[in-house]
T-cell receptor, first 115, second 117 residues
Framework: DGGITQSPKYLFRKEGQNVTLSCEQN?????MYWYRQDPGQGLRLIYY???????QKGDIAEGYSVSREKKESFPLTVTSAQKNPTAFYLC??????????????FGPGTRLTVL | AQTVTQSQPEMSVQEAETVTLSCTYD???????LFWYKQPPSRQMILVIR??????QNATENRFSVNFQKAAKSFSLKISDSQLGDTAMYFC??????????????FGAGTRLFVKA
């Protein structure tokens, strides 16, 4: 089955620790995205990548880092510099070509809690 | 800067009736995409419907249709014959490539819809 997987589903972190959230897709999509969702709010873009070995900052990139070494994978690292990391994190991917270019398909999300 | 506004934090509808969720946006671009996503209690984001700005015809997907008014920058979602499974948070989203500021994707704050039996 084609889709997007995120792991782990729940993640707990102590203050001062870096953690990495996994995102893998087998949809052969070129573009991938990371969003943060806080209670009662919409999604905010952290980073995006439109092609392998290239990525760009979104609206709230401070305290986060990413890599895109493979088309299928776009891991997100939440560093200790992120002041308020507790949130729900969603990964998405999108094709660049018809029939539905730029339509984002989402993974199931990772809930990160800082203890 | 682009913005997306959903003015209805919560709505409710009786099963089998019709409900309309509103979304307005602000942009100076001419070419962009608009989307409605559904997020049920499982928190999985699911695409409901999409609209290309260059298309005048309103998009339709089964019981879901949009009223796209480009000049008014309005993109409302109509759900016909509401079902209990439609209970979810609904997000309106905007995406563009190129132009001023390059790539941009923005989500509204969401409208929580309750379908009552």
């Amino acid at each position: 089955d084609g889709g997007i997987t995120q792991s782990p589903k729940y993640l707990f972190r102590k203050e001062g620790q870096n953690v990495t959230l996994s995102c893998e897709q087998n949809l052969n999509h070129d573009a991938m995205y990371w969003y943060r969702q806080d209670p009662g709010q919409g999604l905010r873009l952290i980073y995006y990548s439109q092609i392998v070995n290239d990525f760009q900052k979104g609206d709230i990139a401070e305290g986060y880092s990413v890599s895109r070494e493979k088309k299928e994978s776009f891991p997100l690292t939440v560093t200790s510099a992120q002041k308020n990391p507790t949130a729900f994190y969603l990964c998405a991917s999108s094709p660049r070509h018809p029939p539905l270019p730029d339509t984002q398909y989402f993974g199931p999300g990772t809930r990160l809690t800082v203890l | 800067a682009q913005t997306v506004t959903q003015s209805q934090p919560e709505m409710s509808v009786q099963e089998a009736e019709t409900v309309t969720l509103s979304c307005t946006y602000d942009t100076s671009e001419n070419n962009y995409y608009l989307f409605w996503y559904k997020q049920p209690p499982s928190r999985q984001m699911i695409l409901v419907i999409r609209q290309e700005a260059y298309k005048q015809q309103n998009a339709t997907e089964n019981r879901f249709s949009v009223n796209f008014q480009k000049a008014a920058k309005s993109f409302s979602l109509k759900i016909s014959d509401s079902q209990l499974g439609d209970t979810a948070m609904y997000f309106c989203a905007f995406m563009k490539h190129g132009g001023l500021g390059g790539f941009k994707t923005i989500f509204g704050a969401g409208t929580r819809l309750f379908v009552k039996a």
